[in-house]
């Protein structure tokens, strides 16, 4: 009866039988990480701002076209050191998925984090970008404002900041969307959360005409920390507690903070020459090239 109980109408495990085995599961593929990354209690941007920095000032607008809630940011405190601390939001409640598009940013909010950003470097504190979004608006309005300039004007603003940046990839790291905080001195990962050119599903759905391939897309985008560490892509993997960073939400954000002021303080003594230098060179070394050639 139990075995009965435990199974959907078409035979299948019920969803909510599968939620909660993934909780309980260490996740042992890709689609496993993809789906602990997007859990719904996962702790998002917001959660770790209120459990890590103190008298944290939100900072709205982009001074162009107006505020996009997708993007939090504002000076604040990190153990009593001055920083500026940037995320990407997604909402829990459905009124505030819809109020945060689901952690899908805009143009403005971009050019709201690039203005914190400019502003965190005017003062000289350090910046923390936390990444967890499925990618960048694609609507209509975001297309009409500059969505692609929005992106890679940050890309390249980031590339000269003189004051320290670490971006952690805390859920989803979904693409440009994500990149476009992600240029970092340090880049850090959460045990479970997922960073990839697209979604699994889009990629599914491009490479083989089919979204429901997205698990084996998955398994081909190499998207999980343990593959980009790797690859060389981050420089660290936080661990998260037993089950996931949703089991836990006080000690996922505790081993955080510890990984944050080690970053910090590793990268206090550089200077701002060294800085952009070593953010450059970073980023210039990734990914692989080739040129074809005849034989002789």
């Avoid at 008298?55 to 050191?81: Q, S, T, Y």
């Avoid at 990618?135 to 992106?151: K, L, S, T, V």
């Amino acid at each position: 009866m139990r075995e009965q109980a435990l199974q959907s109408g078409n035979g299948q495990p019920s969803p909510d039988h599968r939620r909660s085995s993934l909780r309980r599961a260490v996740p042992t593929t890709s689609w496993d990480c993809v789906q602990l990354a997007r859990h719904p209690q996962r702790p998002h941007a917001l959660d770790y701002i209120g459990r890590l920095f103190d008298r944290f000032h939100e900072i709205h607008g982009d001074r162009a076209f107006g505020d996009d809630p997708a993007v939090v940011c504002g000076f604040c405190f990190f153990r009593g050191r001055p920083v500026m601390a940037i995320g990407q939001q997604k909402g829990r409640r459905t009124e505030e998925k819809l109020h945060r598009n689901f952690g899908m940013p805009r143009p403005e909010g971009y050019r709201k984090a690039l203005r914190a950003m400019k502003l965190a470097e005017k003062f000289g504190r350090p910046i923390v970008t936390l990444l967890d979004t499925p990618g960048a608006y694609p609507g209509m309005d975001a297309e009409e404002r500059g969505q692609a300039e929005a992106i890679a004007r940050n890309l390249y603003e980031m590339a000269q900041l003189s004051v320290p940046l670490i971006a952690v990839c805390i859920g989803e790291g979904g693409s440009g969307g994500a990149l476009a905080l992600g240029v970092g001195n340090s880049v850090l990962m959460l045990e479970n959360a997922v960073y990839s050119v697209i979604s699994p599903e889009s990629c599914a759905a491009i490479v083989w005409r089919d979204s429901g391939k997205a698990e084996l897309a998955a398994e081909a985008l190499k998207l999980t920390a343990d593959d980009l560490m790797r690859l060389g892509l981050v420089d660290a993997i936080i661990t998260e507690p037993p089950g996931g960073a949703h089991e836990d939400m006080d000690e996922a954000a505790s081993l955080l903070g510890d990984a944050l002021e080690q970053h910090l303080n590793a990268l206090r003594t550089r200077s701002p020459e060294q800085l952009e230098e070593d953010r450059y060179k970073k980023f210039r070394k990734m990914g692989g090239f080739f040129v074809e050639c005849e034989a002789p």
